[in-house]
């Protein structure tokens, strides 16, 4: 069975520039989470989605983030526009009940 | 927001070794996972713990859920450099599905 795939894998850009990172979850996961890993911390969730509809949102900075899940399946967050602060590792993860999740690699973001 | 604390932050021993960590709350969690990452990787889930009082054993590694389901520890027997890493603990809120994690404790085993 195919893990939870994102890319790209590593990230750098400017203060101001835009991102956007792409994840691919395990097939029939109805469940797709984005998290925020910043350095010596534990993930801290952003949005969490149930199909192609948002169960929770409330930590997602919305002046500057966004998350879609079209179509049910993948997912895409944006940031825009980015500032040093957002530095840090994206995961995404996915479940199919509420007892585990199953995260990607991640993505490493450095905002310069 | 649920908040977790984890002891200790850091942990460094030498193989075969015993250790246990702690996973601390004044919230009731409907459920409590633990998690181990690598550097460069995704948190892989070890275990969910849902009873009150539950222990459950994964080879060498021992988890417990608080009676009162706000606290849980992992204890490790004989621990080998392949158990190096960082282990969260994540708490679930009622719906069992948002997660809660602690700034977890780094684990290094050294031979």
């Known amino acids: 069975e195919a893990g939870v795939a994102q890319s790209p894998r590593y990230k750098i850009i400017e203060k101001r520039q835009s991102v956007a990172f792409w994840c691919n979850p395990i097939?029939?996961?109805?469940?797709l989470y984005w998290y925020q890993q910043i350095l010596g911390q534990g993930p801290k969730l952003l949005i969490q989605?149930?199909?192609?509809?948002?169960?929770?949102d409330s930590q997602l900075p919305k002046d500057r983030f966004s998350a879609e899940r079209l179509k049910g399946v993948d997912s895409t967050l944006k940031i825009q526009p980015a500032k040093l602060e957002d530095s840090a590792v994206y995961l995404c993860?996915?479940?199919?009940?509420?007892?585990?999740?199953?995260f990607g690699p991640g993505t490493r973001l450095t905002v310069t | 927001t649920q908040l977790l604390e984890q002891s200790p932050q850091f942990l460094s021993i030498q193989e075969g070794e015993n250790l246990t960590v702690y996973c601390n709350s004044s919230?009731?969690?409907?459920?409590l996972q633990w998690y181990r990452q690598e550097p460069g990787e995704g948190p892989v889930l070890l275990v969910t713990?849902?009873?009150?009082?539950e222990v459950k054993k994964l080879k060498r590694l021992t988890f417990q859920f608080g009676d009162a389901r706000k606290d849980s520890s992992l204890h490790i027997t004989a621990a080998q450099p392949g158990d190096t890493g960082l282990y969260l603990c994540?708490?679930?809120?009622?719906?069992?599905?948002?997660?809660?994690f602690g700034k977890g404790t780094s684990l290094l085993v050294t031979p």
């Open positions: 993860a996915s479940s199919l009940t509420g007892y585990g999740q199953y």
């Open positions: 097939s029939g996961h109805a469940t």
């Open positions: 989605f149930q199909n192609n509809g948002v169960v929770d």
């Open positions: 919230s009731v969690f409907s459920s």
């Open positions: 713990v849902v009873t009150g009082g």
């Open positions: 994540a708490g679930a809120d009622n719906s069992g599905y948002a997660l809660n």
